[in-house]
Structures are given as structure tokens and as C-alpha cells.
């Protein structure tokens, strides 16, 4: 059985918070990247050495207005809200960000290929 999306979403997230670098690196495309909010572009790599970090802990993260496209049978984009708490290098954070992942079919499971965060304003 396929996993949908959304459910990709919700593995991706859990991952995330427990560190869970195993599954992180393989629900990443080989290419996987990320354009964060001031345009830096991280790697595959780069993301798999925060997720490790010490100077990065990720304590609440949920996603909401959660849009699914599936392009074909094998490309998903997905537009959601994604809120997040923690501490990144002994700073709290608290996110709110407007967030578009492309995921790609690869066998039985959606894997992530590209993704780009934005914050969402005060107004």
C-alpha cells in the first residue's frame, strides 16, 4: 500500500522532533534541498547534520491548511502552515511559515525532494 502525502507529512514531522536522523535521510531524495527564508539553499547534508545537532532542538512542530496536488501519479506538492518551538545555537524560536514541498513516488513510499519555508507576516 502507497502512503499518501499527508501521511508522508506527519512521518517527516515526527522525525524531526525525535531526531530521528535514520528515517530524516530516508525520506530525502539523493538531490533533496531546501531554500530557507533569506534564500540560503541547504543540502541533503546540511539538514542531516542539524537534525543531529546539539545547537538544534525541535520541541513542538505541527502543520495545518495542509493543500495536496498530486501532479501525476508520481509528483505530489504540498502547501501547508508549518508552526514549530525550539532552540537553534541556545536561541528559542517560535515559527510560523508558509511551507511548499515537492514529493516524488519512489516504490511504495513518497520521498521529498524540495522544499522552500517562508515566515508569514504580522500583517
Known sequence: ???APEQFCQRWTNAWIERDIATVEALM???YHFVDADGVVWSRERVAELVQSADYRLSWSGRS????ELANASCAIIVC?????GVYRRRRFADDQRCTSV?????????V???H?????AG
Do not use: F, N, Y
Not at 65 to 68: H, P, R
Not at 103 to 111: D, F, M, P
Not at 117 to 121: F, K, L, N
Open 103 to 111: 514529493l516524488v513516488r519512489h516504490g511504495a513510499q513518497w520521498l
Open 29 to 31: 531524495t539523493p538531490h
Open 113 to 115: 525532494a524540495h522544499e
Open 81 to 85: 502552515r508549518w508552526r514549530g518551538e
Open 1 to 3: 500500500m502507497i502512503d
Open 65 to 68: 491548511e495542509i493543500s495536496v
Open 117 to 121: 519555508c517562508s515566515p508569514i507576516g
